[in-house]
């Protein structure tokens, strides 16, 4: 273990820094030769990952910054959060890739561009050793943001390539007790917190010493944010209590409400209107409050206060409301950056745009980080994997010498969304060639075979589909672990 940590990092031995100095930067080079190149990237989501999976590492000396060691697989957070796929069906480890790739569990916190210099906080627990001052305090961290505490010492990496693919958090509007009692969905450990507050809520309401009404504020589920995230979470919830949860709590499945708010005149604004009725037709029919034009003015502990609707108690709460844009992406300042959003503004070789107007030739930025100025696209997952792929050709290229001018170009192969009861709808009405949308059983079977071809490895296509079919025969497990 050791002989493997002098492997990763190598340079001159220094003695042991004295305690007063123990938060002071340290700088870490690569141990690859010296014509390799070193390409660092920051985040391992849909844009980050992806450039990993198809980047050159014989000719680059490749190095992974993020906060956690693991590829989220999010279109099927909603399936584990319910138990319909287990965990480890969502993710994809990081460490597939090494050695021939170093990795760094940690956040990057400034990035000195003249200098090409990062610096990175570490997300791993605290070391006996290390002074901790500077590390977050346990009750300054949320749901959200809920990786371990940092060590409290940073450490630099120089880099000859940069990739920014941080992503972006989840947006809260500064609605107060948000953060701190809200669940958001962007992880698997968002999926798991999300699981286990479920069986608590119908385990705590099946305590004989409650009453119904208690019980039906325990099993009240409001979910804040009508976008494919909010429904789809919705229509999981949905088969999980007209299933498991009929069959084992009888009379509690009675009393359980599912609620979904959002500020829009509709709930999936981003697809067809049509396509949205038939989504808020459906809904309606299976008993789902759909309460739209609502605003949240504060949360608190079991119950939040709607401006058109007063206190409304809770016993899970799901925000998913959109993007805020990443801490490091706020602190970078000589970079243009869209206004609204605050992502950063590349041009068409996705390279980043300084305040000058120049293009930086060594930096790029993808993913819910950054957009194409002049372009508007999603901030989806689609359009992140879709620029990892242009870039990790492009990298490909340019570390042979070879020319790469052609431009990114984001095709569109439309939006899915689950509804419920194997009925989903299939929006391709914005695609670049063949123009068509779906709803129903046709489209549960698109959205399905969509999400079974896009998983990246063959465990992961061997583990999805069977534990569709496990669930399907034996049903979810309701076990509280």
């Known amino acids: 273990m050791f002989k493997a940590r002098l492997s990763v990092v190598c340079g001159r031995v220094q003695p042991r820094p004295a305690k007063s100095s123990v938060t002071a930067a340290r700088t870490f080079t690569s141990s690859a030769p010296r014509s390799k190149q070193r390409l660092v990237i920051l985040g391992s989501g849909w844009g980050g990952y992806e450039i990993l999976r198809a980047i ?39 460490r597939r890739f090494s050695p021939q790739v170093t990795c760094y569990q940690a956040w990057c916190d400034t990035i000195d561009f003249k200098q090409k210099t990062l610096k990175c906080m570490p997300a791993t627990a605290p070391l006996e050793f290390e002074g901790s001052a500077s590390a977050p305090l346990a009750g300054e961290t949320t749901k959200e943001t809920s990786y371990p505490l940092g060590t409290g010492n940073a450490f630099n990496l120089r880099y000859d390539k940069l990739v920014i693919a941080v992503g972006a958090y989840s947006q809260t509007f500064d609605v107060p007790g948000v953060k701190e009692h809200a669940h958001f969905l962007k992880d698997v450990r968002d999926a798991r917190a999300i699981r286990t507050r479920i069986i608590d809520c ?76 038939y989504a808020e037709n459906k809904f309606r029919r299976d008993g789902i409050s759909i309460k739209t034009r609502h605003h949240v003015e504060r949360v608190e502990k079991d119950r939040m206060f709607v401006k058109e609707q ?36 590349t041009d068409q070789n996705l390279n980043v745009i300084t305040n000058e107007g120049h293009a930086d030739p060594d930096v790029w930025a993808i993913g819910d980080a950054a957009n194409i100025k002049g372009q508007l696209h999603p901030a989806t997952a689609q359009v992140a994997n879709q620029k990892g792929k242009y870039l990790a050709q492009k990298l490909n290229k340019i570390v042979k010498d070879q020319e790469h001018t052609k431009p990114f170009e984001f095709q ?62 034996f049903g979810r497990d309701l076990t509280r672990f």
Not at 59 to 86: D, H, I, K, Q, Y
Not at 312 to 327: E, R
Not at 432 to 460: H, P
């Open 56 to 94: 050159d590492k014989k000719r680059w000396n490749v190095t992974m910054v993020s906060p956690t060691n693991a590829f989220n697989f999010t279109p099927l957070l909603a399936s584990c959060a319910v138990g319909t796929l287990e965990f480890r069906c969502a993710v994809e480890p990081v």
């Open 202 to 277: 119908f385990e705590q309401a099946n305590q004989p010493v409650l009453s119904d009404v208690q019980r039906r504020n325990l099993l009240n589920f409001c979910i804040v944010g009508g976008g494919p995230t909010g429904v789809e979470f919705s229509a999981e919830l949905h088969d999980l209590l007209h299933a498991e949860i009929e069959r084992h709590y009888p009379s509690l499945a009675r009393m359980a409400k599912i609620t979904l708010y959002d500020v829009a005149p509709n709930i999936l604004g981003s697809f067809d209107k049509s396509l949205g009725v």
């Open 310 to 345: 007063g206190e409304v108690p809770f016993g899970l709460l799901v925000w998913s409301t959109g993007l805020a844009p990443n801490p490091l992406i706020r602190s970078i300042d000589c970079l243009q950056k869209h206004d609204k959003t605050q992502s950063l503004f």
């Open 412 to 473: 569109n192969q439309g939006s899915l969304a689950y509804l419920g009861d194997w009925k989903a709808i299939y929006d391709r009405s914005s695609a670049d060639t063949v123009k068509t949308k779906e709803t129903g059983r046709v489209a549960w079977l698109l959205w399905r075979s969509a999400y079974f071809t896009m998983t990246l490895s063959i465990r992961n296509k061997i583990l999805v589909p069977t534990y569709w079919f496990l669930n399907w025969i």
